[in-house]
C-alpha cells in the first residue's frame, strides 16, 4: 500500500512576491487506536491485545518519569526520547537558575533502522 499526498501552493517566505510553487504534501490516511495497535501486535505474535495494551500503558506511564530522572530513554530500533529545554541567558553564570528555563519538550530520534524502514516508502498522489 503506497501513502497519500496531495498538491499544495505556498509563497516563497524570502520573497512574498515570487510567484507561488507548488509541493507535494503527505496526506494521513487516519488515526490508528492503542486498541487498534494492540490487536496488530496479537496478530503477529503470541501476546494477547490485553497483554499488550497493559504493556504500552505502562511504557506510556514510566518513560516520562524517566525522562524526568535525566534518562535517555532507548527503545532499539524504533529510537530515542530525551528531553530538550528552551532557555534564556542571564548576564552572569551566577544568576543563572531553573527559572531560566522556560520550556520543556519531549524529544524523538528516530533509530538508523527506522529511518531506513520508512526510506523507500511508495507515494502517490491522492485523488
Not at 537558575?97 to 523507500?120: D, G, H, M, Q
Request: proline letters at 6%.
Amino acid at each position: 500500500m503506497s501513502a497519500k499526498y496531495n498538491v499544495v501552493s505556498r509563497v516563497n517566505p524570502r520573497d512574498l512576491t515570487a510567484p507561488r510553487k507548488f509541493y507535494p504534501s503527505y496526506k494521513s490516511s487516519g488515526r490508528i487506536t492503542m486498541r487498534q495497535l494492540s490487536k496488530r501486535i496479537a496478530q503477529v505474535s503470541t501476546v494477547s491485545p490485553g497483554d499488550t495494551a497493559a504493556v504500552i500503558e505502562t511504557l506510556l506511564e514510566i518513560i516520562p518519569q524517566l525522562l524526568e530522572d535525566g534518562n535517555i530513554v532507548e527503545l532499539g530500533a524504533l529510537g530515542s526520547f530525551r528531553l530538550a529545554i528552551k532557555t534564556e541567558g542571564s548576564a552572569t553564570e551566577a544568576e543563572v537558575s531553573v527559572n531560566n528555563i522556560i520550556k520543556v519538550t519531549p524529544r524523538f530520534t528516530p533509530s538508523r533502522e527506522l529511518k531506513e524502514a520508512v526510506a523507500n516508502a511508495r507515494f502517490e498522489k491522492d485523488a
